[in-house]
């Protein structure tokens, strides 16, 4: 309803959001009970129903991995707010070579949040 999931679609002002209360009720989860409860699977079907009687469906079987720009996109999305520009870049390099740091302080020092 808002193009994407993120974040702030989990706030407390979303939950409340009359635009997905009037959404929520015209969802209904329906739980598959020949499935096992531990599943590891990534079955996801969805249907959708049209007034007009018309029902669409399609099922995924295993998730789409995202790319490297996918993941480089969110974890700036993410840092947005919290980390300067300069920090999320200097935090994003450090996390792609952090198996080859000898000491893994300077990126925590850029990630922890200090009151």
Same mark, same amino acid.
């Given at each position: 309803?808002? @193009?994407?999931?993120?974040?702030?679609? $989990? &706030?407390? +002002? #979303? =939950? =409340?959001?009359?635009?997905?209360?009037?959404?929520?009720?015209?969802? +209904?989860?329906?739980?598959?009970?020949?499935?096992? &409860?531990?599943?590891?699977?990534?079955?996801?079907?969805? %249907?959708?129903?049209?007034?007009? @009687?018309?029902? $669409? #469906?399609?099922?995924?079987? &295993?998730?789409? +991995?995202? &790319?490297?720009?996918?993941? $480089? %996109?969110?974890?700036?999305?993410?840092?947005? @707010?919290?980390? %300067?520009?300069?920090?999320?870049?200097?935090?994003?390099?450090?996390?792609?070579?952090?198996?080859?740091?000898?000491?893994? #302080?300077?990126?925590?020092?850029?990630?922890? $949040?200090?009151?």
């Amino acid at each position: 309803m808002k @193009g994407k999931v993120w974040v702030n679609s $989990f &706030t407390d +002002e #979303s =939950v =409340v959001d009359h635009q997905y209360e009037e959404a929520r009720k015209k969802i +209904e989860v329906v739980i598959h009970p020949e499935w096992p &409860t531990s599943r590891v699977d990534a079955r996801a079907p969805v %249907t959708i129903a049209l007034k007009d @009687g018309r029902k $669409f #469906s399609k099922e995924l079987d &295993t998730p789409r +991995e995202p &790319t490297m720009e996918e993941l $480089f %996109t969110r974890y700036r999305e993410a840092a947005d @707010g919290v980390l %300067t520009s300069d920090q999320t870049e200097k935090s994003l390099d450090l996390l792609l070579k952090m198996e080859n740091l000898k000491d893994v #302080s300077e990126v925590m020092n850029l990630l922890v $949040f200090r009151m």
